[in-house]
Protein backbone atom coordinates (compact mmCIF):
# COMPACT_ATOMS: atom_id res chain seq x y z
CA UNK A 1 0.00 0.00 0.00
CA UNK A 2 2.62 2.38 -1.05
CA UNK A 3 1.21 5.69 -2.29
CA UNK A 4 4.18 7.08 -4.07
CA UNK A 5 3.96 4.00 -6.25
CA UNK A 6 0.53 5.08 -7.51
CA UNK A 7 -0.10 6.50 -11.25
CA UNK A 8 -2.32 9.61 -10.46
CA UNK A 9 -3.91 11.09 -7.92
CA UNK A 10 -7.14 8.81 -7.21
CA UNK A 11 -4.50 6.05 -7.23
CA UNK A 12 -2.35 7.72 -4.04
CA UNK A 13 -5.57 8.68 -2.34
CA UNK A 14 -6.83 5.06 -2.34
CA UNK A 15 -3.81 3.66 -1.22
CA UNK A 16 -3.56 6.46 1.46
CA UNK A 17 -7.10 5.61 2.58
CA UNK A 18 -6.32 1.22 2.30
CA UNK A 19 -3.51 2.08 4.46
CA UNK A 20 -5.00 4.22 7.28
CA UNK A 21 -8.04 1.35 7.47
CA UNK A 22 -4.92 -1.27 7.63
CA UNK A 23 -3.05 0.53 10.15
CA UNK A 24 -6.37 0.92 12.55
CA UNK A 25 -7.34 -2.52 11.98
CA UNK A 26 -3.69 -3.76 13.21
CA UNK A 27 -4.00 -0.99 16.20
CA UNK A 28 -7.52 -1.75 17.01
CA UNK A 29 -6.16 -6.16 17.59
CA UNK A 30 -2.68 -5.30 19.00
CA UNK A 31 -3.78 -5.69 22.66
CA UNK A 32 -5.45 -9.00 22.26
CA UNK A 33 -2.47 -10.45 20.23
CA UNK A 34 0.03 -9.02 23.38
CA UNK A 35 -1.75 -9.93 25.81
CA UNK A 36 -2.13 -13.54 23.92
CA UNK A 37 1.52 -13.66 23.61
CA UNK A 38 1.93 -12.58 27.19
CA UNK A 39 -0.30 -15.33 28.54
CA UNK A 40 1.27 -17.87 26.86
CA UNK A 41 4.97 -17.87 27.63
CA UNK A 42 5.55 -21.00 30.01
CA UNK A 43 7.49 -19.86 32.92
CA UNK A 44 6.32 -16.42 33.75
CA UNK A 45 7.99 -14.06 36.42
CA UNK A 46 6.35 -11.14 37.89
CA UNK A 47 6.67 -8.80 34.87
CA UNK A 48 4.72 -11.21 33.19
CA UNK A 49 2.08 -11.01 35.78
CA UNK A 50 2.32 -7.26 35.78
CA UNK A 51 1.92 -7.39 31.59
CA UNK A 52 -1.10 -9.40 32.13
CA UNK A 53 -3.21 -7.28 34.49
CA UNK A 54 -2.01 -4.06 32.91
CA UNK A 55 -3.50 -5.78 29.48
CA UNK A 56 -6.45 -7.17 30.51
CA UNK A 57 -9.04 -4.10 30.05
CA UNK A 58 -7.64 -3.53 26.89
CA UNK A 59 -7.55 -7.13 25.63
CA UNK A 60 -11.56 -6.99 26.47
CA UNK A 61 -12.23 -4.02 24.37
CA UNK A 62 -10.06 -5.12 21.67
CA UNK A 63 -11.03 -8.41 21.32
CA UNK A 64 -13.93 -8.73 19.33
CA UNK A 65 -12.09 -7.23 16.63
CA UNK A 66 -9.52 -9.33 16.83
CA UNK A 67 -12.23 -12.41 16.79
CA UNK A 68 -13.83 -10.97 13.94
CA UNK A 69 -10.83 -10.73 12.08
CA UNK A 70 -9.91 -14.33 12.85
CA UNK A 71 -13.28 -15.17 11.84
CA UNK A 72 -13.39 -13.38 8.27
CA UNK A 73 -9.83 -14.79 7.88
CA UNK A 74 -11.41 -18.66 8.20
CA UNK A 75 -14.00 -18.01 6.54
CA UNK A 76 -12.59 -16.86 3.45
CA UNK A 77 -10.33 -19.46 3.75
CA UNK A 78 -12.16 -22.35 3.94
CA UNK A 79 -14.51 -20.80 1.01
CA UNK A 80 -11.62 -19.87 -1.44
CA UNK A 81 -8.68 -22.59 -0.61
CA UNK A 82 -9.77 -24.35 -3.49
CA UNK A 83 -9.92 -22.03 -6.04
CA UNK A 84 -7.61 -21.70 -8.57
CA UNK A 85 -6.34 -17.99 -7.86
CA UNK A 86 -6.44 -18.81 -4.03
CA UNK A 87 -7.17 -16.99 -0.86
CA UNK A 88 -3.27 -16.13 0.88
CA UNK A 89 -2.18 -13.75 -0.82
CA UNK A 90 -4.68 -11.04 -3.32
CA UNK A 91 -4.61 -8.69 -5.52
CA UNK A 92 -7.63 -5.75 -5.40
CA UNK A 93 -8.36 -4.26 -8.76
CA UNK A 94 -10.96 -1.09 -9.08
CA UNK A 95 -12.13 0.24 -12.02
CA UNK A 96 -14.03 3.69 -11.89
Known sequence: TNPQKAIDKRANNSLLILRFKLIL????QLPTKLF???KLVRNKK?????????????????????????Y?????????????????MYLFYDRK
Open 72 to 88: KAKKEWNNSRHLKNGSE
Open 25 to 28: LFIL
Open 36 to 38: NSV
Open 46 to 70: IKHYCLLFIGFIPHLLSYPVYAFIN
